[in-house]
């Protein structure tokens, strides 16, 4: 038996992160799926943030929660921006001490008009959560990924085909 798989799908807001994760979650019982975005506004529903807000909290849950589920022999899609090498290193460290394989994948999009597209039309999908508007995207302290085992252009692929690509690459990995 392999060993328990975790996936990491990550990039700016309105890159296709939801809807590619959608795709990868469709068949039951491939993945346990953890998103960020839906921890964060948790935290902040529960009326325990403090001014400051979420901070690192939601990145810190979803490292326990995944631990947990990789422990158990689940695999998991994580879908979250791991906007920065700081965030990235801590899901290798869960994947490492669960003795888990790591796929690490970055959604991006090439074209700024179809990126400034999404941002503006798409709708929310987790109550309460506010969406960034263009602005924030484009300034948003992001790294691109130097580690990432798959790149996907999301102006050029569609999601069913990005999730085909992640279904194998993480076929590949032992």
């Known amino acids: 038996m392999p060993a328990p798989l975790l996936i990491v799908l990550g990039g700016l807001p309105a890159t296709g992160k939801s809807t590619v994760a959608a795709e990868l979650v469709r068949e039951r019982g491939a993945y346990a799926y953890l998103r960020v975005d839906t921890i964060e506004q948790a935290l902040r529903n529960s009326g325990e943030i403090g001014p ?13 929660v995944a631990a947990d589920l990789l422990a158990a022999g689940n695999d998991v899609l994580v879908e979250c921006v791991n906007p920065i090498e700081i965030t990235r290193s801590a899901w290798r460290t869960v994947a490492d001490a ?11 999009c090439s074209d700024p008009e179809t990126h400034r597209g999404r941002v503006r039309t798409r709708v929310v999908d987790v109550p309460g959560l506010e969406l960034p508007d ?5 300034s948003r302290d992001y790294v691109p990924w130097t580690t990432a085992q798959l790149r996907i252009d999301t102006a050029l692929v569609a999601p069913a085909e990005a999730a085909a690509r992640i279904r194998d690459a993480a076929a590949t990995l032992t």
């Open 98 to 108: 669960q003795h888990a394989r790591l796929l690490e994948v970055e959604l991006y």
């Open 134 to 138: 263009w602005e924030a995207v484009q």
């Open 52 to 64: 400051a807000g979420v901070q690192k909290s939601g990145y810190l849950v979803g490292y326990a």
